[in-house]
């Protein structure tokens, strides 16, 4: 009878093991999440967790992959804690500019604008190079940590299909 009991108790205890796995791999919805319950981050760009059922989640970046090769933004960095006034740095190539210039906001959550900035070519930007930028952004503190820089170039032509925006998660401290 205690063999019977003993088995009994160790099945359920493997099916509680199992339940709560599946039930804590159900929640992972995540980069976040996947590395908060624990699962490994690979070193990649951007970082990825995987979960042991073969979920994977990627670190948000932005769309900073898809400009790659026409503005490098050395600070801030995706998801870095950052504070007001921003110092934003970086290189870009002349075609992004006009007049040495293009404009910077930051937004929150919801798409309101925080603040705007104007970063200034650092350089002859009247070339395809890269050319270092430089802006300082004053914005208002949100009331979510999140937001987002919205880098946007030079575009005065006004056509919709000129428009770039390179956009980075950050969170405001």
């Known amino acids: 009878m205690k063999f019977k009991l003993a088995i009994v108790v160790i099945l359920v205890g493997i099916g509680a093991f199992y339940w709560s796995r599946t039930y804590k791999l159900s929640k992972i919805n995540s980069f976040e999440s996947c590395a908060a319950a624990g699962f490994p981050i690979l070193e990649s760009y951007p970082e990825q967790c ?27 960095r995706p998801n870095q804690i950052v504070s007001s006034p921003l110092t934003i740095s970086g290189q870009a190539r002349g075609s992004w500019f006009f007049e040495a210039n293009f404009p910077i906001k930051i937004i929150d959550e919801s798409g309101d604008e925080l603040g705007i900035a104007i970063a200034t070519a650092e350089g002859e930007w009247m070339t395809e190079e890269f050319v270092p930028f430089a802006a300082e952004l004053d914005f208002v503190t949100p009331e979510s940590g999140n937001v987002i820089l919205v880098i946007e170039n030079a575009n005065p032509s006004g056509l919709p299909e000129n428009q770039k925006q390179l956009m980075i998660p950050l969170v405001v401290k």
């Open 50 to 76: 995987r979960t042991p059922d073969g979920k994977s989640f990627a670190k948000d970046i932005g769309n900073e992959l898809e400009y790659i090769d026409q503005i490098i933004v050395s600070n801030p």
